[in-house]
């Protein structure tokens, strides 16, 4: 089973892009399950299962989504495996659009497009800074230069990374990933691995639902802006 | 860095209805201007988007595409111009092209201006360096995304889709483009730039249909169309200036 997370900014192009590409790994005879992540409210199971492939979604409503992707990766790898998946992908946007974090020994994508302005690449950390392949989107409708300097800025972020420019609408360059995702090592299990970043750290009275402003609401672990 | 290119040969696939496509090989050598000719959906995209990815009976056409000349990496060696494309980041045009000439290691500054004054000579409304990027009229944009990939992108391939926008000196801007070598390949419905194309491949249903040269009698042709595009130019520069129109120049 080869085990894929998939994450980067909402809009960014993520699931048409991914559609594309399973629409190639289905037709090179693989088996794919995907699991989505999302917070509230999410119309993206259905364009999956239109493929015809087994989807489950998740919405983390009032958990960080990022916390609940982890504590759920072993379920959705064990409904994958219950469907006799060859292919298991996990999609997901996070919340403040930086952790959603890659699983050390499983191929990580992020997608990040170049509408989103040159500064995203060191806006958005680990993310980009840990995956395997950096997916940019949206380059038919900037300029040649944009694009050029967009993927310079995301090379000096993540050296490592394969970057690849597929086009959402087209599929354009989705076959190259197919290609990638079909070449990823097999995993069993998730369990005893690692996350290859942890996730920021947040208990203070407003995660247990606290809604009133000011300090004498606020406990546990609170940071305050300095020099103010 | 990416002068060495020397060709791409597109072996011939099939077209939309499955048939083998009649053209199975296109050869195109640097210097070459290349057009791609035919109605909208007959797969002048496609054909360019197989190029771009170099292909490998991969796509929907199952061409294969082979770029040679060059050592091993593929990243930087394919600019592209298209109708649909903008300027969207936020910065004066001076600072900006300064930012995309670094990313592509030209360290010394005179290219800008060299940018600004090559745009200006294609286009009626001059750029200044501290206009903001975005702020710009598609004409301006258009000229001055050619002048950028003609001197700092610097790819030995470009690949241009459906750029016909009013007001630029197309003969011109293909001529800037096509210095040092490059091939130029550009999808386009206006009988100027196909014509100033040394040779047209006509699509058809998906497919590479046929590959004309341009003859001497369209050569005759295209000095007429010039000519006719200069007055046309004229014109439009006497109107927008807020003269009035008397004489067809």
Redesign the interface.
Known sequence: MKFVTVAGPPSSGKTAVLIHTIRHLLEDGQKVTVGKIDCLETDDGDRYRKLGIPVIVGLSEDLCPDHYYVSNLEEILALAKANNASITIVETAGLCHRCAPAVAGCLSIAVID??S??DTPKKIGPVLSTADVVVITKG???????R??FR??TGLINPEAEILEVNGL?G??S??LKNIIAGASNVDTLANKDLRSSLPACICSYCTGETRIGNSFQLGHVVKMESI | MNDNISTITVMGGRNKIGEEEPIRRLEIKGGDIIALVGPTGSGKSMLL?DI??EAES??PSRRRVFISGNNGSKE?II????Q??????DMTVGD??K??AS??GIEETAVVSEVINLANSLAGEPINMLDNITTLSGGQ?RSL?IA??AL??NSPIVLIDEIESGGINKLKALEMLSLKGKIIIIASHDPLIILIADRRVVMKDGGMCRILETDEKEKELLRDLTALDNRISALRDTLRSGNAARVCV
């Open positions: 170049n509408m302005g040159i038919d409708i900037v300029s040649q230069a944009e050029e300097v310079e800025k087209t354009k360059g076959i190259r | 988007s771009e990815q991969d796509t930087g600019a592209q111009l298209s649909t494309m903008n300027f969207i980041i900006f092209l930012m995309h990313s592509r944009s995304m950028d990939v700092i992108s």
